[in-house]
């Protein structure tokens, strides 16, 4: 499962902070999942809460959030606002984009005690 190793990166991440600036436990943990990251949010949650146990965000709150994704359009010259990969430019349905925004999944805050 691909965001099983997705979520094994974050939690790297958070394990890496924990190293450097020395907190117990992680009390929440958000993390943002662009649109157009490719990623399914139910198995992202599910992935991070199966590798919680016996690591520094067991008991964490996780929340997901989900950055929306944007586009340059070559044959409009904007940017436009698209929900997934596939879809046509809103403006002039063309296919010519260029994902701007919403492409990775990151570690956007961690709350420590
Ligand atoms: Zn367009």
Redesign the pocket.
Known sequence: MHELSLAGGILGIVEEARTRERFERVKRLTVEAGALAGVELRSLRFALESLAPGSCIEGAAIEIEVAPGTAW??????S?AIASRTD???????H??QPTGGTELKLRELIVQ
């Open positions: 359009c070559l044959a409009c010259c904007r436009v046509p430019c809103p403006a002039c349905a063309g010519r984009l």
